[in-house]
């Protein structure tokens, strides 16, 4: 069997893309302050915080949602109807290993983080493609992916397919970031 004539110019495809949005959005309007309320130093590594404005998730979801259905038109499917919505705080010690999702996507917004970590990637965010490139690739994902990492900076804001991989880089001794965490529903 011989493989097709190649006649006029060519393209390129990608046939494993996969889209993502990392980049900031603006918070003013939305926070003033650490909803969190001035995060205390003690407590769980990884704590929900219950009690938070309606304005504030209202307005944050509305953000994710905006990305999340930015990448549904890109990848020509049905937009996104709803997110669920929570903040969290993150604190020294606090790490999460590879972890993906059963939502379509899922999204993290950095609202505080304090202090400045002596190492820059100390609570970052990293997203990789969990696929396996090729043989004699030294990571999976690679060629074709990359690890993104998102540093905990106020307003840092990642929007991924669900199924991506995810992890957090442990805290340092004395840092806490607060960040809005969102799925997407429906």
């Given at each position: 069997?011989?493989?097709?004539?190649?006649t006029g110019p060519g393209t390129v495809s990608?046939?494993?893309?996969?889209?993502?949005?990392?980049?900031?959005?603006?918070?003013?309007?939305?926070?003033?302050?650490?909803?969190?309320?001035?995060?205390?130093?003690?407590?769980?590594?990884?704590?929900?915080?219950?009690?938070?404005?309606?304005?504030?998730?209202?307005?944050?979801?509305?953000?994710?949602?905006?990305?999340?259905?930015?990448?549904?038109?890109?990848?020509?499917?049905?937009?996104?109807?709803?997110?669920?919505?929570?903040?969290?705080?993150?604190?020294?010690?606090?790490?999460?290993?590879?972890?993906?999702?059963?939502?379509?996507?899922?999204?993290?917004?950095?609202?505080?983080?304090?202090?400045?970590?002596?190492?820059?990637?100390?609570?970052?965010?990293?997203?990789?493609?969990?696929?396996?490139?090729?043989?004699?690739?030294?990571?999976?994902?690679?060629?074709?992916?990359?690890?993104?990492?998102?540093?905990?900076?106020?307003?840092?804001?990642?929007?991924?397919?669900?199924?991506?991989?995810?992890?957090?880089?442990?805290?340092?001794?004395?840092?806490?970031?607060?960040?809005a965490v969102a799925a997407s529903v429906g």
């Amino acid at each position: 069997m011989s493989a097709p004539a190649i006649t006029g110019p060519g393209t390129v495809s990608r046939h494993w893309k996969t889209g993502l949005i990392i980049g900031n959005v603006d918070l003013s309007g939305i926070i003033t302050a650490d909803p969190a309320g001035g995060t205390p130093p003690d407590g769980q590594r990884c704590q929900t915080i219950p009690s938070v404005p309606p304005a504030i998730l209202l307005a944050l979801t509305g953000q994710f949602l905006d990305s999340m259905n930015a990448l549904a038109e890109a990848d020509g499917a049905a937009p996104v109807t709803g997110a669920d919505t929570e903040i969290q705080i993150w604190r020294d010690g606090y790490d999460r290993p590879a972890f993906s999702s059963q939502a379509r996507y899922t999204a993290w917004t950095f609202l505080a983080a304090s202090p400045a970590p002596a190492h820059s990637e100390s609570g970052c965010l990293a997203v990789a493609d969990p696929r396996a490139g090729s043989s004699l690739t030294a990571m999976p994902g690679l060629p074709w992916g990359r690890q993104f990492l998102v540093r905990p900076v106020p307003g840092a804001h990642a929007v991924v397919p669900g199924w991506l991989t995810c992890s957090v880089v442990p805290l340092e001794p004395g840092q806490h970031i607060t960040v809005a965490v969102a799925a997407s529903v429906g």
